[in-house]
């Protein structure tokens, strides 16, 4: 099993990015993917959430600026990151919940660094 994030970097406040996580030895489609963030010294919270049947679950402070999609056709999920603000600067990694077998995955991280 690998998910692959990538699309980090550095960016000015007000910037937009857009990460992807690319999955493979899972059966995508009926996985519940989600984002992750975790800052220095903080914990992992979590960012975004789309189920398997398209539903979106978003932590209220990053709801209208970023979005959550995937394309289960590529068994990748994105993230659309947009106005992007300083505290947005973490360590972005993506997960997956498969209900049906109960297990879940992690994949490596992708810095993204906002510069005010």
């Known amino acids: 099993v690998q998910l692959q994030a990538y699309g980090g970097g550095l960016v000015q406040a007000g910037g937009y990015l857009r990460l992807s996580c690319a999955a493979s030895?899972?059966?995508?489609?009926?996985?519940?993917m989600a984002w992750y963030r975790q800052a220095p010294g903080n914990q992992r919270d979590l960012v975004a959430m789309?189920?398997?049947?398209?539903?979106?679950n978003y932590i209220d402070s990053l709801k209208g600026r970023f979005t959550i999609s995937r394309d289960n056709a590529k068994n990748t999920v994105y993230l659309q990151m947009n106005s992007l603000k300083p505290e947005d600067t973490a360590v972005y990694c993506c997960?997956?919940?498969?209900?049906?077998?109960?297990?879940?995955?992690w994949g490596q991280g992708t810095q993204v660094t906002v510069s005010s």
């Open positions: 030895g899972i059966m995508f489609s009926r996985n519940t």
């Open positions: 997960h997956a919940r498969d209900l049906f077998v109960k297990r879940e995955y």
């Open positions: 789309m189920t398997s049947d398209g539903n979106t």
